[in-house]
């Protein structure tokens, strides 16, 4: 990988901001040192209903993300703070200071009904700037003295900070962990996302959370065709004998400024696998990088998708038959003051 302009990231290029016509930046060295900017925001509580996911509300308590993950989806969002989807998004961070008082307001309000909420929906909850701020431990804080159940997707290990508050939810029955895992090459991960922990430390939290009792369950995403495809049985064999309860994908889709930073980074990264690599995602996407088909985009269709779809079946058949996580309870969602709504 030392033909990567800059070490530690993941996009080596900013893309133009496609809300704005007029472009003004500083000249910055090739490795840009992460900037935190402290927002506060009116409401940090949203919900989705994409015919392509179940009903969800979620809380990011951090817009960008310091992960570097260079097919991040949350990428384009990055756009709305008028930054660039490319290296601005893993080195310029919004900080929403208030979060966890906006998720209280919520929970106070009478026209909440408990549902569960998920950390996060954009850009993961644990990344670096978590150790300073502890945004989302004090959000946690939150669901556990209101008894609102919350899912937790992750790449970090720093998620075992919080095994206490964690312990004390699932008493309640009030929280899953997921764990995210792409690869457990780790020259791959390196160049895919490169500061995030390693699998090997992803799969010894997974197995310290599932020994203390806490849901557990994995998502192997995004399945990207002619880099990780072929690692599907050995990630889901891996979460499966660190206690995983689920295992979920989705097949790699480059929409909006993602495509050409994705482009960028894979002709530098792999050259030799690039011209390959593409044609396979666009082979799972009707011909094209972009894919916004409702029904297809998450999974894709086409030889390669099926070929995923099929040995990420069957692994979760040999390696997690009869597995299943639990449904969280609605049933301890209590505010000050007030005896149980159930």
């Known amino acids: 990988m030392d033909h990567l302009r800059t070490k530690g990231r993941g996009a080596q290029i900013n893309t133009p901001n496609g809300f704005q016509s007029n472009r003004y930046e500083l000249d910055e060295t090739l490795s840009p040192k992460t900037k935190y900017f402290e927002e506060y925001p009116k409401k940090v509580v949203n919900f989705t209903d994409s015919p392509d996911l179940r009903a969800m509300i979620y809380v990011n308590p951090y817009q960008g993300c310091e992960h570097g993950c260079i097919y991040c989806y949350a990428r384009n969002s990055h756009e709305y703070w008028g930054f660039s989807a490319g290296m601005d998004f893993e080195s310029k961070i919004m900080i929403k200071r208030n ?54 997707l992750t790449k970090n290990s720093m998620v075992l900070r919080d095994l206490d508050l964690l312990q004390s939810l699932n008493k309640k029955n009030l929280v899953h962990v997921l764990l995210s895992v792409t690869t457990m090459d780790e020259k791959l991960r390196l160049a895919l996302e490169p500061r995030t922990s390693t699998a090997v430390k992803r799969f010894q939290t997974l197995k310290t959370l599932s020994d203390a009792g806490i849901p557990t369950g994995v998502m192997t995403a995004p399945i990207i065709p002619g880099l990780n495809d072929h690692e ?36 530098q990264a792999f050259p030799d696998k690039a011209e390959k690599v593409l044609n396979q995602i666009k082979d799972c996407h009707g011909g094209k990088l972009n894919d916004s088909r409702f029904g297809v985009r998450m999974r894709g269709e086409g030889r390669f998708a099926e070929n995923i779809r099929a040995l990420h079946q069957v692994s979760i058949r040999k390696y997690m038959p009869d597995r299943k996580l639990p449904d969280l309870s609605k049933d301890h969602f209590q505010r000050p003051g007030q005896l149980s709504l159930f």
């Open 232 to 267: 599907i049985p050995q990630l889901i064999q891996a979460a499966a004998e660190a206690g995983a309860l689920y295992a979920g994908y989705t097949v790699v889709r480059l929409n909006g400024a993602i495509g050409p930073i994705f482009e960028d980074w894979i002709y």
């Open 99 to 152: 979060a966890p008082e906006l998720l209280e307001k919520t929970f106070l309000s009478k026209k909440w009904k408990p549902e569960t909420i998920s950390l996060s929906g954009n850009t993961d909850c644990y990344q670096p700037a978590e150790r300073k701020y502890q945004l989302t431990r004090k959000m946690l804080e939150v669901c556990l003295k209101y008894g609102n159940p919350v899912s937790i």
